[in-house]
């Protein structure tokens, strides 16, 4: 059926209607995401609409790539209406074939959209959101105004002796320089004995470069420096192992970043969390094309239009529900990565299997 002629009409009319869909959402999203970005940042000195319009663009793969699951399931239902409009799938059912023979065509198209997320818009997303947030530092940077990370953790360093936890609002990845920097430095007995605030802190080979530098002793009044070092033992392979987010690790770079943070010590959960969510993610595009193949069996032309309309959505709400928590159990570590991501996909497969059978074979 796949290789047939009908298979590859139908083939060709779910890729015809995913293109226009990918058109019509990315449009949507590059007009908000433009209009947020304005609204944040026209203030800045350095801003300018060309450069907006850029980073606006560059974000678009990675909202999208969150859409995707939905959006497939909105495909497969608009393109099994369209034909079933058309009196397409009552001919094609008259002519004996069966539903698991006329959805081949759809299920194949959602596994290469899949194929295509995972290996075009997954690096496109990748290096767009480290382009995009290192220009959005850079204004920020020239305009005195730092933007807090709320993924930059603090870290806590032992070098010489010296107990100290280092803090920052912005981290830029390509300088290994922190921005609006704090460091409190611990005595034996735990108590503070030095505060240190920085405008920039750049780690060096063995140590931190501050730049701009106030401190504050419990035995002396605040000085004010221009320039101050502070021992440590991180490596700059570590700094930025540990600050890498993983939604901006493209998935062919997913395992050896994972391989690299284990030597390092770090947690993994949240970069073994994403390259299972977007290894399964052809099959979780399929799980949704038998969702939608299951509406198209008892369709009439015009009165359950509606009715599909709404389950559609309530369906795609619920898998991003789902998702956002998996992805959180999963990163957390709460439940293994492994399974917090396959678990959804495997019942979804199962369900939209179960339904297919229950209406096509009782």
Same mark, same amino acid.
């Given at each position: 059926m796949l290789f047939s002629t009908l298979g590859r009409y139908f083939f060709k009319r779910y890729l015809i209607t995913a293109m226009w869909f990918f058109l019509g959402?990315?449009?949507?999203?590059?007009?908000?995401?433009? $209009?947020?970005?304005?609204?944040?940042?026209?203030?800045?000195?350095?801003?300018?609409?060309?450069?907006?319009?850029?980073?606006?663009?560059?974000?678009?793969?990675?909202?999208?790539?969150?859409?995707?699951?939905? +959006? $497939?399931?909105?495909?497969?239902?608009?393109?099994?209406?369209?034909?079933?409009?058309?009196?397409?799938?009552?001919?094609?059912?008259?002519?004996?074939?069966?539903?698991?023979?006329?959805?081949?065509?759809?299920?194949?198209?959602?596994?290469?959209?899949?194929?295509?997320?995972?290996?075009?818009?997954?690096? +496109? $997303?990748?290096?767009?959101?480290?382009?995009?947030?290192?220009?959005?530092?850079?204004?920020?940077?020239?305009?005195?105004?730092?933007?807090?990370?709320?993924f930059l953790p603090w870290i806590r360093q032992i070098s010489d002796g010296d107990d100290t936890i280092i803090g920052a609002k912005s981290f830029q990845q390509d300088t290994l320089t922190m921005v609006d920097v704090v460091l409190f430095h611990f005595d034996k007995d735990a108590r503070v004995i030095l505060r240190q605030d920085a405008a920039t802190a750049k780690l060096e080979n063995g140590y931190w470069l501050l730049n701009n530098v106030l401190e504050t002793r419990s035995d002396a009044p605040p000085a004010r420096i221009e320039t101050a070092q502070v021992r440590t033992n991180i490596k700059q392979e570590f700094l930025q192992e540990s600050l890498e987010k993983p939604e901006n690790v493209a998935f062919f770079d997913l395992s050896a970043k994972i391989e690299i943070a284990r030597s390092?010590?770090?947690s993994t959960k949240g970069l073994e969390t994403q390259f299972h969510s977007l290894l399964s993610l052809p099959l979780l595009l399929v799980a949704m094309t038998l969702i939608a193949s299951t509406v198209s069996l008892k369709f009439s032309r015009i009165a359950q239009s509606r009715s599909v309309i709404l389950g559609g959505i309530v369906c795609g709400f619920v898998l991003y529900v789902v998702t956002v928590l998996v992805k959180a159990f999963g990163s957390s570590g709460v439940v293994p990565p492994f399974v917090a991501v396959w678990i959804p996909v495997i019942v979804a497969m199962a369900l939209g299997a179960t339904i297919l059978l229950h209406q096509e074979d009782g």
């Open positions: 959402v990315s449009a949507i999203i590059f007009l908000a995401d433009f $209009s947020e970005t304005n609204r944040r940042m026209s203030a800045l000195a350095s801003y300018t609409l060309y450069g907006a319009l850029g980073m606006t663009a560059m974000r678009v793969p990675s909202i999208l790539q969150q859409t995707i699951p939905t +959006l $497939s399931l909105f495909i497969g239902m608009t393109t099994l209406i369209a034909l079933n409009r058309r009196s397409e799938l009552v001919v094609t059912r008259a002519a004996g074939l069966s539903v698991w023979q006329f959805a081949m065509p759809f299920v194949a198209g959602a596994f290469l959209l899949g194929i295509f997320t995972v290996g075009v818009i997954s690096p +496109l $997303s990748a290096w767009g959101l480290k382009q995009s947030t290192s220009l959005e530092s850079t204004w920020r940077e020239t305009s005195g105004q730092a933007r807090a990370s709320n390092f010590g770090i």
